[in-house]
Structure formats: structure tokens, C-alpha cells
């Protein structure tokens, strides 16, 4: 007996211990899980007038005393978000025809990350964010407000503030968004960047390699100008002596009669010499070498003359023979 209760005691704490594992992790499944919210995107005229809201689509939160979780819904947030100038857009609304306190300013506000107030009725309304301005205000009491506030686009919280008047002995309620710093998610679509086209890199041509430059061949020196030989001087001519006296000219000898049917010679004139004391001494070598010449030219033209005589004798002698041989 003692060893079974011992079992099973020990086995009704293991079976405690898993069920309460279980009940642990289906809590932390069950248990909700507070996400970011996003506003709406899109801009809104600061001015007092809710035309430019939709109450369905810019809702954000709903408003209770101290934000509480639990309380009464007597008030509503809107919000909307403009990514071009990164400004925050908020409505607070009464709602049940409940009325806000205007006479206290300070108690209305919107503020961001928990810190200071990015916008207030003392901000003033110029165009320029922060705006604010009153929703049907009277100077006492209003339906509540609007405003806008610089606020760069990420992760943020965010806390609308407002004062409901009663009958209370303060005569007002503080409102504020459940959780009072509600997790807000700005977020902004980058654009999407067109990749520039790609170039496609032109090839360099390989750079054509230079000839190398042929080398200039060294001039050829100049000859140096062959000297002039100096003139030779003219020799000065002999002085032609003076005449002795004329030598009387030669009578031709007398041409005989012709004899048959000769024709009679033509009588040569007789060339007459200069007299032998006119000469000059230097000119006896060329009149002697002339002669010489012509003596030779003479007997060559003979002698060529009597071998072609000779020839042609042979040949008829030749011929004569071959004839008689014949008869």
C-alpha cells in the first residue's frame, strides 16, 4: 500500500505540473497583443470645420476618463497623417452631446512620445503646423478640436487630451485615449527609384603602336670645292719678221697638145707660194705632219685599189677556165 500511494503521488505532481504548463502557454496565446495603429494618409484644412473628416475611415481611438479602459466612451479620436509634409492631422470630438471646457486652453493638447505638447490652443492657428483651432467654440465651451503638428514618419505614441465639463464640484472630467500613450505607426511608402539604364561601356581600341621613326641618315659631307688651277699665262706671239724681198712666182710648165680623143687637161692654176722668208719658223713640224698624213691616205687608196683589181682578174681568169673546160 505504501508504495503504491507513494506512485501515486508522484504521478498527481507530474499531471499538476503539466496542466499548469498548459494553462501557461494558452494564456500567453490568448492574452492580446497591442499593435501600432495607422493613421489614415492625407491633408486637412486647420479651421474649426469637420467637412474635411471622415469619421469612419480617419477614426483612431476612443476617449475616457484618465484613458481608462473600462470607462465610458465620451469623447473620439481621429487622426490622419500627410507623408508629403510629415504632418500629423487630429479631431478630438465630444460625443453624447457632451461639451468641452475652451476656457481652460491648457488641458487640450496632443502629445507625442511622452513628452511636452506638440500642439495646444496657444500654438495659434497661421497656416504654418502647429495649428489649432475649436470646433463650434462659444469661449466657454465647444464640441471639441482640431489640430496639426510637425512629426517626422516611424514608431511613435501617442496622447490626446481634453476636459469635459460637469456638474462636478471641479466642474470638468480629463479625458484622454485609452492607454493615454497608444502606440502609433507613421508609415510612408518610399518611392520606388527607376535604376538608370546601364550603359553598356564602349570597348577603348587598343591604341595602334607607332612606328618608330626611322633614323635620318647623317648628310653627306660636302666635297670641298676643287681649287681653280691658276690660268696659264698666255704666251706672246712671235713677231713675224719683216719680208726680204718677193720671190718671183713659178711659171707652169707647158701642158702638151692632146693626141687622140683625150679631152685636153684642164690647166690647174698654179697656187703661188708665199715667199720662203715670210713663213714662220714654228709652223715647219704641222705643214710636214699634214703631208704626212695625206702621203699615207694616198698610198692606202692604191693599194686597196690594186687588190680589188687583182680579185676581180682571178675571178675572170676563173671563169674563163670553167667555160673551156666545158667544150
Not at 483651432?133 to 489640430?147: I, M, Q, R, S
Not at 607607332?210 to 681653280?228: G, S
Not at 690660268?231 to 724681198?245: H, K, L, R, S
Request: proline share 10%.
Amino acid at each position: 500500500m505504501r508504495g503504491f500511494t507513494g506512485r501515486r503521488m508522484r504521478a498527481s505532481t507530474r499531471s499538476a505540473a503539466m496542466i499548469a504548463a498548459g494553462v501557461l502557454a494558452i494564456s500567453l496565446v490568448i492574452v492580446p497583443t497591442v499593435i501600432a495603429a495607422q493613421p489614415s494618409s492625407g491633408k486637412v484644412t486647420v479651421d474649426g470645420n469637420t467637412g474635411d473628416w471622415s469619421l469612419g475611415a480617419d477614426f483612431f481611438a476612443n476617449m475616457t476618463p484618465g484613458g481608462s479602459a473600462g470607462g465610458a466612451v465620451l469623447a473620439k479620436l481621429y487622426l490622419r497623417y500627410d507623408c508629403d509634409d510629415e504632418v500629423l492631422y487630429a479631431l478630438v470630438l465630444m460625443q453624447n452631446g457632451e461639451k468641452a471646457r475652451q476656457n481652460d486652453p491648457p488641458e487640450n493638447y496632443i502629445r507625442i512620445d511622452g513628452s511636452g505638447k506638440a500642439v495646444q490652443p496657444s500654438s495659434g492657428n497661421d497656416g504654418t503646423p502647429p495649428d489649432f483651432a475649436w470646433v463650434n467654440g462659444d469661449g466657454e465651451l465647444a464640441d471639441g478640436w482640431e489640430a496639426s503638428a510637425p512629426v517626422p514618419p516611424g514608431d511613435h505614441t501617442v496622447r490626446a487630451h481634453i476636459k469635459r465639463a460637469d456638474d462636478s464640484d471641479d466642474g470638468y472630467t480629463s479625458l484622454d485615449n485609452i492607454g493615454q500613450n497608444a502606440p502609433m505607426e507613421l508609415v510612408c511608402a518610399q518611392p520606388t527609384e527607376t535604376p538608370a539604364p546601364t550603359e553598356r561601356p564602349t570597348q577603348t581600341p587598343a591604341p595602334t603602336q607607332t612606328a618608330a621613326p626611322t633614323q635620318t641618315a647623317a648628310p653627306t659631307q660636302t666635297a670641298a670645292p676643287t681649287q681653280t688651277a691658276a690660268p696659264t699665262q698666255t704666251v706672246a706671239p712671235t713677231q713675224t719678221p719683216a719680208p726680204t724681198g718677193s720671190v718671183a712666182p713659178t711659171t707652169a710648165p707647158n701642158t702638151p697638145a692632146p693626141t687622140g680623143n683625150v679631152s685636153p687637161a684642164t690647166s690647174r692654176p698654179v697656187r703661188t707660194l708665199p715667199p720662203t722668208d715670210t713663213l714662220d719658223a714654228s709652223s715647219g713640224p704641222v705643214s710636214t705632219g699634214a703631208s704626212l698624213v695625206f702621203i699615207l691616205l694616198g698610198v692606202g687608196s692604191l693599194a686597196t685599189v690594186v687588190v680589188t683589181l687583182g680579185g676581180r682578174r682571178r675571178s675572170l681568169a676563173r671563169v674563163e677556165v670553167k667555160e673551156t673546160d666545158k667544150h
